[in-house]
């Protein structure tokens, strides 16, 4: 079984920073990409940040120069620097990872989300 756990979210004010991170666990082999997603009421959930395991990113354009994604893979955590926050940054955000494990092979898993809340 692979879990990953998030944390970090809360509440800011417009213009203020948070750092979220994912630790995952288990049996793991290797992770390979690592993102984080987020889903805002009424809308289908995005694509934030994506990492490769040798540390190649991309971004959302709505969050480019803003959002740094970053990877400890000793840690198997990911991270997502969120700065110059807006209110149309409010959403659920999901960690998503690529992993490969003992017993169930390669998969795609998720976490259970964190609330990031942007007063404006």
């Known amino acids: 079984q692979v879990q990953l756990v998030e944390s970090g979210g809360g509440l800011v004010q417009a213009g203020g920073s948070l750092r979220l991170s994912c630790a995952a666990s288990?049996?793991?082999?290797?992770?390979?990409?690592m993102g984080w997603y987020r889903q805002a009421p009424g809308n289908q959930r995005e694509l934030v940040a994506a990492?490769?395991?040798?540390?190649?990113?991309n971004y959302a354009d709505s969050v480019k120069g803003r959002f740094t994604i970053s990877r400890d893979n000793a840690k198997n955590t990911v991270y997502l620097q969120m700065n110059s926050l807006k209110p149309e940054d409010t959403a659920v955000y999901y960690c998503?990872?690529?992993?490969?494990?003992?017993?169930?092979?390669?998969?795609?898993?998720w976490g259970q989300g964190t609330q990031v809340t942007v007063s404006s």
């Open positions: 998503n990872a690529d992993v490969v494990s003992n017993w169930y092979g390669r998969g795609d898993y």
């Open positions: 288990g049996s793991i082999v290797s992770i390979n990409a």
């Open positions: 990492i490769t395991s040798g540390g190649s990113t």
